[in-house]
């Protein structure tokens, strides 16, 4: 069974700076894209990165210049550095993966979601 497990949500003020973390475990074959969605009370959950297992990565227009997504393979583990956060940013955070089975079936999966809060 694959679990994605996430930390390091919490409480900043505006103009501070964030590091989200997300592991992938359990027994797999391999991953695919991973990535970052966030969803404010009263809205959809969107997209805020993705990043595949090799190339360019993507950013929703709202965070561009101010979050980094990376992902360290060896660990697969996917890493949002979110700066200069914004009230607006304020969100239950989400990790995804897309993740291949040993058999290979390809399938997504969500983490449990990290609250950030930014204040004023």
């Known amino acids: 069974q694959v679990q994605l497990v996430e930390s390091g949500g919490g409480l900043v003020q505006a103009g501070g700076s964030l590091r989200l973390s997300c592991t992938a475990a359990?027994?797999?074959?391999?991953?695919?894209?991973m990535g970052w969605y966030r969803q404010a009370p009263g809205k959809q959950r969107e997209l805020v990165a993705t990043i595949p297992s090799g190339g360019s990565t993507n950013y929703a227009n709202s965070v561009k210049g101010r979050f980094t997504i990376s992902r360290d393979n060896a660990k697969n583990t996917v890493y949002l550095q979110m700066n200069s956060l914004k009230p607006e940013d304020t969100a239950v955070y989400y990790c995804?993966?897309?993740?291949?089975?040993?058999?290979?079936?390809?399938?997504?999966?969500w983490g449990q979601g990290t609250q950030v809060t930014v204040s004023s």
């Open positions: 995804n993966a897309k993740i291949i089975s040993g058999f290979g079936i390809r399938r997504d999966y």
């Open positions: 359990g027994s797999f074959r391999t991953i695919n894209d």
